[in-house]
C-alpha cells in the first residue's frame, strides 16, 4: 500500500482530542496513490504519550507508532517521513 504522505493522519490526530491511553475506531475513505483507487476502511488510532499515536489499519493489519510535534503535526512516520528540518515560528 502507497501513501502520499503522513500529513493525513494530522487531520484524524487534531479531530479526535484523544488523551493518553484512548483509542478511536474511524471508518474511512482511503486513496491510494499513484492509482487513486479508493477503498473503504477501517483504522484505528491510540494516543500512547503526549506526542506519540500507534496507527492501526484494522483491514490490513499494518501498524505503526506515529510521533507528532505539539500542534500535532506527524514529525516521525516510520519508513515514510521524518521532519528533518525544524518548523519556524
Known amino acids: 500500500m502507497n501513501s502520499a504522505c503522513a500529513f493525513t493522519n494530522t487531520l484524524p490526530i487534531r479531530r479526535l482530542g484523544l488523551a493518553v491511553g484512548q483509542s478511536a475506531t474511524l471508518s474511512v475513505a482511503f486513496v491510494s496513490v499513484p492509482d487513486l ?5 477501517k483504522l484505528r488510532y491510540t494516543r500512547l ?3 506519540r499515536y500507534r496507527y492501526e489499519g484494522l483491514d490490513s493489519g499494518f501498524t505503526a507508532e506515529i510521533a507528532v510535534d505539539e500542534a500535532g503535526l506527524v514529525i516521525d512516520y516510520p519508513q515514510l517521513c521524518r521532519r528533518v528540518w ?3 515560528s
Open 37 to 41: 483507487r479508493v477503498e473503504h476502511v
Open 86 to 88: 525544524p518548523v519556524l
Open 49 to 51: 504519550a503526549p506526542l
